[in-house]
């Protein structure tokens, strides 16, 4: 059964600190990953979609990198903000055919919370 | 932009009640998705549904129900809300499979 763990699972830094984030997964059949973020009492925001191809993504100060074989992606802050600050899941996509054919469940990790102190 | 909804930010509701929680997408997206959020546990995957009156349980369906008449709605339902079933409800729907989810802002409720 695929796990999907996030370490650690709170974390603060300074304003200005570039970090990474962590996120390893048990089976390597992946379809794909994704990052989200999830402000308090909030809907979550896809930040970041990694296709098991790719090796990483970026989208302006975010970059997620994918290492299949090894189970692991890591999602890099760099130049931290104030408002980073959420909390940030990881998924993954399985590979193979369920009933019905939806192919799209998502196994979510708990997620890391980051404080980016001014 | 994609954008979801869910009828209510919060509810509060008495054990055996029925309750209805209601999601729509604006996107035309063929997948929907019933999640529940809970500290510790993380999200959990309750139904989905992958076109018009089709539906799949997820990893923790009991007590739960869904319904999708259209396309664009996908209802949650609790026939016999119990306190055990609070908790923040999220709705996503994605385009395919496998592509990004789109959340809606999610629905905390509570049972008492």
């Known amino acids: 059964k695929q796990e999907v763990t996030q370490i650690p699972a709170a974390l603060s830094v300074p304003e200005g600190e570039n970090l990474v984030l962590n996120c390893s997964f048990t089976d390597s059949a992946i379809y794909n990953l994704q990052w989200f973020r999830q402000d308090p009492g909030k809907g979550l925001t896809s930040l970041l979609l990694?296709?098991?191809?790719?090796r990483e993504q970026t989208s302006g100060r975010l970059n997620a990198s994918l290492d299949k074989s090894s189970g692991r992606s890591t999602l890099y802050i760099a130049a931290s903000q104030p408002g980073d600050s959420a909390t940030y899941l990881c998924?993954?996509?399985?590979?193979?055919?369920?009933?019905?054919?939806?192919?799209?469940?998502?196994?979510f990790g708990k997620g890391t919370k980051l404080s980016v102190k001014p | 932009d994609v954008k979801v909804t869910q009828s209510s930010r919060y509810l509060v509701k008495r054990t055996g009640e029925k309750v209805f929680l209601e999601c729509v997408q604006d996107?035309?997206?063929?997948?929907m998705f019933w999640y529940r959020q809970d500290p510790g546990l993380g999200l959990r995957l309750i139904y989905f549904?992958?076109?018009?009156?089709?539906?799949e349980k997820g990893d923790i369906p009991e007590g739960y129900s869904v319904s999708r008449e259209k396309k664009e709605r996908f209802s949650l339902i609790l026939e016999s809300a119990s306190t055990n079933q609070t908790s923040m409800y999220l709705c996503?729907?994605?385009?395919?499979?496998?592509?990004?989810?789109?959340f809606g802002p999610g629905t905390r409720l509570l049972v008492l």
């Open positions: 990694i296709q098991s191809s790719q």
């Open positions: 549904s992958y076109d018009v009156k089709m539906k």
């Open positions: 996107m035309d997206h063929e997948n």
């Open positions: 996503a729907s994605s385009l395919g499979s496998r592509e990004t989810q789109y």
């Open positions: 998924a993954v996509s399985l590979y193979g055919v369920f009933i019905g054919g939806s192919q799209g469940n998502l196994i």
